[in-house]
């Protein structure tokens, strides 16, 4: 039988999943799920996430699970995109075709039917705009409280427009995303009717590995590229390689690459200048969804790092606007932090690290109706302008 357990990544130390508490009682780290008695691959009935309900909450009964049919998203191939990386087998793969617009959906799927599960009427996050729409939704659709803690002004309207709509809670907090997430660890020490949909809950990882449960199914890539903020991603994809490895289902492991936004890459620091610590930055870019300088899954996103001797780039502002307009242009179209993927595999092609004949994926987090405070000019042309 396949059943979950709670697991400490750091002093291995053990707990039941009937707990509401993410961290760990010894040494404080955020706790990892494992899959105990998993030696193979079973597919359920589902499609998306729950098709692989055996690598991802196997013991859930189906009573308590909450899907909008999320995940099972496009992988897109366009000369555009090949001729702007100078990579000709880049494959882009859609997050933003999910139901709230982004990948968070995948995590907030396992998270949301966890806080069904455990009887919770509540649920709390703290977000740079998106985790915070997938959260109200989710929350709404299962019939419950969400509680939303925004960084006021930092995050784009559209998300905070979802958020409203679906039926959140908003609580601005005067400060960054990273206040709002110092705010929220706060609120769970003293209270305990809340459930935590940030990445720190570890079931948010397990949902989030299906990306590359699905890209390892069509594709062997070479590269799996994405853009890192609170490197929930990170840890999820290293997560899910490591899995597949142990069951062996995959032979080659592909190279993860986290990409940061020069002003928010405390990451790229820690991975690449070999610090002991993470040391946290005051975040600043164009891409407010990863506009964050102290990530919560700095440790789990090491591991990933490390298990698939991956690399952590940083490209600038500049870069991901740019890269943006050729995604958006190729009429694929994505959030301004979904753009740092393809930025920074340009760089790294440029830099010869990637070959113009490794096979690429690129992730694209996010929609392109979420984020319109970029700037939106063009120049109308009038109707005798074609008619004539
Ligand atoms: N791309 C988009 C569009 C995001 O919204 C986020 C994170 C990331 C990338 C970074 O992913 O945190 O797993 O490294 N957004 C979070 C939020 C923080 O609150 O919506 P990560």
Redesign the pocket.
Known sequence: MVYSILKCPVCNSEYDINRNNYLCDKCGNILDVIQKGLDNFELSDYAGVWKYKNLVHPGIEDKYIITRREGNTNLYKNFKISDYSGIKNIFLKHEGENPTG?F?DRGMTVAVSEAMRLGFKKTLCA??????AAAASYSSFAGIDSYVLIPEGKISKNKLFQAVSYGANIVNINGDFDTAMADLRETLKKRNDFYVLN?LNPWRIEGQKTIIFEIMEKLEPDFISF????????SAFGKALMELKAMGKIKKIPELIAIQAEGASPFYDYINNRRDNIIPVKARTVAS??Q?GNPVNFKKAKRSIDFTHGIVEKVSDDEIIDAKKIIDRSGIGC?P??AASLAGVKKLRENNIIDKNDAVVSIL??NILKDLDMNLSYNAMNINDILF
Do not use: D, R, Y
């Open positions: 982004s968070k977000s740079t705009g998106n985790t915070s990445s853009p890192a903020g609170n490197l929930g991603n990170t969804a990863i964050i959030e932090a979904s987090t996010g």
